[in-house]
Nanobody
Framework: VQLVESGGGSVQAGGSLRLSCAAF??????????MGWFRQAPGKEREGVAT???????KYADSVKGRFTISKDNAKTILYLQMNGLKPEDTAMYYC?????????????????WGQGTQVTVSS
């Protein structure tokens, strides 16, 4: 499975962006995969932002609850992250990931496939 992110960019605080992650390869299997969005700022560890199980159950980091929404279009095998109310501290490289497990985890170690990342920069 190959994952390709898009949708990053530069916005002012309070703005919105929608990230997309398209899956290529054995896309039939992505229907059963837990998937997630992660981010990594310079000098910091990669952290979980939002995850979605194969059954659609979602989970969010406390720092993004109420502002970010993760969703998945199984027919098109695309994962989305709608980001509203962006803050400067949201600035990071954002990655999507897919796991062989149906239940997604907020830990980066639980994933088998990663995209190349898309940069999000929020200015104050």
């Amino acid at each position: 499975v190959q994952l390709v992110e898009s949708g990053g960019g530069s916005v002012q605080a309070g703005g919105s962006l929608r990230l997309s992650c398209a899956a290529f390869g054995y896309t039939y299997s992505t229907y059963y995969m837990g998937m997630g969005w992660f981010r990594q700022a310079p000098g910091k560890e990669r952290e979980g932002v939002a995850t979605i199980n194969s059954d659609g159950v979602t989970k969010y980091a406390d720092s993004v609850k109420g502002r970010f929404t993760i969703s998945k279009d199984n027919a098109k095998t695309i994962l989305y992250l709608q980001m509203n109310g962006l803050k400067p501290e949201d600035t990071a490289m954002y990655y999507c990931a897919a796991s062989h497990l149906t239940i997604a985890t907020m830990s980066p170690t639980g994933y088998n496939y990663w995209g190349q990342g898309t940069q999000v920069t929020v200015s104050s």
